[in-house]
C-alpha cells in the first residue's frame, strides 16, 4: 500500500492531537499535574504536531519542502522520545540515588536563564520520580516513551523514504 506525504502528515498530526488531548485529561480531570520532565515531553509533541499540520495543510511538491517540514517535526518527537527516556531512568533509580525535589518549573523560567532552567530541569528532580499513574503495571513515562517511539519511528520513515 502507498501512502502519500500527505495523509502521513495527516496521521502525524492526528498522533499529537491524541498525545496532547490524553495528557490534557489526565491533568485537568484526572488531576495529575505534569513534572516539568512531563511539560517538555509536551514541548516536541506540540511541535511535531504544528509541523506535521503545516506539512499537511500546504501539501508541498518539493521534495525539499516536504524535507524541512519533516525533519522539523522530527526533531520536536525525538526532543519528547529522549525526555521521556530520562523520565523513565529517574524512575528506576532507587529511592536513596532519586535527586532532590527543586523549585518548580514556573519559578525556574521566572528566576534563571533559560539555558539553566533546561539544565535544572533535564538533571530531574524528586517530582520526577513520583509514580502517580500507571496502566498494566507500567509508568506514565514508560506508556509516553512508547507512544513517542512510534511517532519517531513513522517522522523518521516520512522524513528518508523515497517521493516520486
Keep these: 500500500m502507498r501512502y502519500s506525504y500527505r495523509m502521513l502528515s495527516g496521521i502525524l498530526f492526528l498522533g499529537s492531537v ?12 484526572q488531576g495529575l499535574n505534569p513534572c516539568p520532565l512531563c511539560v517538555f515531553q509536551r514541548m516536541g509533541l506540540i511541535a ?5 499540520l503545516l506539512a499537511f495543510l500546504h501539501n508541498p511538491h518539493a521534495q525539499v519542502l516536504k524535507r524541512i517540514y519533516t ?3 522530527s526533531i520536536g518527537i525525538l526532543w519528547s522520545l529522549g525526555v521521556a527516556a530520562r ?3 529517574l524512575q528506576s533509580l532507587p529511592p536513596d540515588q532519586v535527586p532532590s525535589c527543586g523549585p518548580g518549573l514556573d519559578y525556574l ?16 528532580s524528586g517530582e520526577c520520580a513520583v509514580i502517580d499513574w500507571t496502566f498494566l503495571g507500567q509508568s ?25
Design 18 to 29: 491524541i498525545g496532547m488531548s490524553f495528557a490534557l485529561y489526565l491533568e485537568h480531570v
Design 48 to 52: 511535531l504536531g504544528f509541523f506535521s
Design 71 to 73: 525533519a522539523l517535526g
Design 87 to 89: 523520565h523513565v531512568w
Design 109 to 124: 523560567i521566572d528566576a534563571l536563564p533559560l539555558k539553566s532552567v533546561l539544565q535544572q530541569v533535564l538533571s530531574g
Design 140 to 164: 506514565l513515562p514508560v506508556w509516553s516513551l512508547l507512544f513517542f517511539a512510534g511517532l519517531t519511528l513513522l517522522s523518521l520513515w516520512q522524513l528518508f523514504r523515497p517521493y516520486r
